[in-house]
């Protein structure tokens, strides 16, 4: 399995509608998968809030701000520190690509900032 992000994805908030609405970025994520058995891939964040690189950072925006799709379909999974399903699938004779969209929504409760999270793919046999 590989994840790729494409080169300009950037995860930005410019006006004020982008906080109130929140933001989708579809295609965010790639992931490629070969298999020859019957699989699923789990998505979890690393920590259950992010950490930031900015001076008098909210040190209390939990990961659940973001959640993820696969791009053809239309419920999104909220990311927690516990593995979530994202996708299954069954064996393959070549690479099957599948898109992640990527939901972002801080609202007004968390300060301005550079902020990450590391998230973890996990490609299982089912």
């Not at 109130?20 to 020859?36: A, D, L, M, R, W």
């Amino acid at each position: 399995m590989s994840v790729t992000i494409p080169m300009n994805q950037v995860i930005q908030f410019l006006n004020e509608n982008d906080l109130n609405s929140g933001k989708t970025y579809p295609g965010f994520y790639k992931i490629t998968v070969i298999s020859e058995e019957p699989w699923e891939v789990s998505v979890m964040a690393k920590t259950p809030f992010f950490s930031s690189a900015s001076q008098d950072p909210s040190n209390n925006m939990p990961v659940s701000i973001m959640s993820v799709k696969e791009s053809t379909t239309s419920n999104f999974i909220s990311l927690s520190v516990t593995p979530q399903n994202l996708l299954t699938g069954s064996s393959t004779t070549g690479a099957s690509n599948f898109y992640i969209d990527l939901r972002v929504d801080p609202s007004w409760n968390y300060k301005g900032g550079n902020y990450y999270q590391d998230l973890t793919f996990t490609l299982s046999s089912q």
